[in-house]
């Protein structure tokens, strides 16, 4: 078996759906896989992201989100839940280098992550893989898992 045909297997289990520690791997598999299963990607970078306003206006950019996100919590929760304008089996959101947010606005880092986690449960419920994998090198967050 193929290291894409492992991650399509791992991600095509909507059960196991949820926000995960990204390990210090290659990400290009992993995204190939998603891509191959049908499912919209979304990378996120903030390595330049130090506060709340910045976290939410880079998730609301790279994920392409409605003219009408709030860029507030429930805002995203509520985009996060509803994917109309960009329909797909699945969908893969990667958080990258999310060492500086974390260490400058710890807070609303983990309140993002939690809305994250929510939004998978909210899929999951329906069916849908809703897959988060945060890309640190931190060990800050110790209840975040990593890849199954």
């Known amino acids: 078996m193929s290291e894409i045909d492992r ?14 520690h990204m390990p210090q791997i290659d990400p ?27 976290l939410l206006d880079a998730i609301g950019k790279a994920m392409r989100f409605p003219d009408w ?6 805002a995203l929760s509520d985009c996060l839940s509803d994917f109309s304008w960009q329909p797909a089996d699945g969908y893969f959101v990667l958080l990258e280098r999310c060492d500086g947010i974390h260490g400058h606005a710890e807070s609303d880092f983990v309140s993002t ?22 890309e640190m090198q931190a060990d800050g967050i110790n209840w975040l898992p990593d890849i199954p």
């Not at 996100?69 to 429930?74: A, E, K, L, S, T």
Request: aromatic share 16%.
């Open 7 to 20: 991650y399509q297997a791992i991600l095509g289990d909507t059960g196991k759906a949820g926000v995960y």
């Open 28 to 54: 290009q598999p992993l995204i190939r896989a998603a891509e191959a299963s049908g499912f919209a990607v979304f990378r996120v970078d903030l390595s330049h992201t130090r506060d709340k306003g910045g």
């Open 69 to 74: 996100f709030g860029h507030n919590f429930d």
């Open 113 to 134: 992550l939690q809305t994250f986690e929510q939004a998978a449960d909210d899929w999951r419920e329906q069916g849908v893989p809703f897959w988060c994998f945060v």
